[in-house]
């Protein structure tokens, strides 16, 4: 019990996590760019690292504010690159910007041979080092981009759900796409600060993944998605202190191994329900005619 105190703030921060990035992940899955946070993730990385390498400290506000540039950089690219007139799919774009962020910043990262910590801090994260104000902070920021995301979320969802009926209506979908990568890039490069890029990628599409095995609709997606993540958040923190392991590691593996549980419990569903549906059309029921008694098939 004494330990509960001492996770308060790790858990706060994954709850902050959760509720902006299950959002997000809504809007990645439905339009196909499932790498896009990773690749958001890893070029705010890149620019943290550059500022390391030019005599930044890490945590300073001047080096949030380089990586800021960098991200938002990303996702000018992300938002131009989606024109009907070029056939490479956007997908391909950003796994290529992921590798290349990532060699560019492990180059970088040999030139600053005394911050090589930072590189494991990227990619894995210490949200168990995540301080109040820290916490603070990043809700603030976060519920400012929630509230700029549900002003406009009928804009949003139709551009991620039916990008041609959104032109259809006279919707800049060029402009509209920068706007939520942008509003992306603030949410990214604060998330890899805490979580490092992992453990964002995991916050942003695991709970999405888990919640479209069980639901259609988007509210239902989120609030399943949001549940997920607190009960994962919640748990993998308290198996890193009690086992004594990285935190951010041990809780992209239990998001994995709890997306696993989910979709054995969804094949049994689906199990369920196709021989519910295979006996309930088979049946037949004896139905009474003026001509006497006929067989219908139910189903």
């Known amino acids: 019990m004494e330990v509960l105190p001492f996770l308060l703030m790790p858990f706060l ?13 809504v809007h990645v899955v439905e339009r196909g760019v499932i790498f896009v946070d990773l690749a958001l993730a890893q070029i705010a990385g890149l620019g943290a690292t550059v500022a390391i390498l030019f005599g930044m400290n890490p945590h300073a506000g001047n080096t949030y504010w380089v990586s800021l540039a960098f991200t938002f950089l ?75 995301h549900f002003v406009f979320r009928k804009k949003f969802l139709l551009i991620s759900i039916d990008p041609k009926g959104a032109e259809a209506q006279g919707i800049s979908v060029r402009f509209w796409d920068f706007l939520f990568y942008a509003s992306f890039g603030f949410v990214v ?21 888990g919640a479209m095995l069980f639901a259609d609709r988007i509210g239902w997606r989120l609030a399943i998605g949001w549940t997920m993540g607190t009960l994962v958040s919640a748990l993998g923190v308290y198996l890193s202190v009690l086992l004594d392991l990285p935190t951010g590691a041990t809780i992209v593996c239990t998001f994995g191994a709890v997306l696993a549980l989910m979709f054995l419990v969804h094949l049994l569903l689906d199990h369920q329900r196709r021989e519910a549906g295979a006996g309930l059309s088979g049946a037949e029921v004896a139905v009474e005619a003026p001509g006497g008694s006929r067989k219908v098939g139910v189903g």
């Open 189 to 209: 490069t604060s998330s890899v600060a805490i979580a490092g890029v992992l453990l964002v990628f995991c916050y942003l599409i695991v709970p999405s993944v």
């Open 74 to 148: 990303g996702a000018t690219i992300f938002a131009l690159l989606r024109m009907r007139r070029v056939h490479i799919p956007q997908e391909a774009i950003i796994g290529i910007a992921y590798a290349v962020a990532s060699a560019a910043a492990i180059l970088a990262m040999s030139k600053a041979t005394g911050e090589t910590e930072h590189l494991k801090d990227m990619l894995v994260g210490n949200i168990l080092a995540v301080s109040g104000p820290e916490v603070a902070k990043t809700a603030a920021l976060y519920a400012a981009v929630g509230l700029f």
């Open 13 to 25: 921060a994954s709850l902050i996590l959760t509720g902006i990035h299950a959002y997000l992940g």
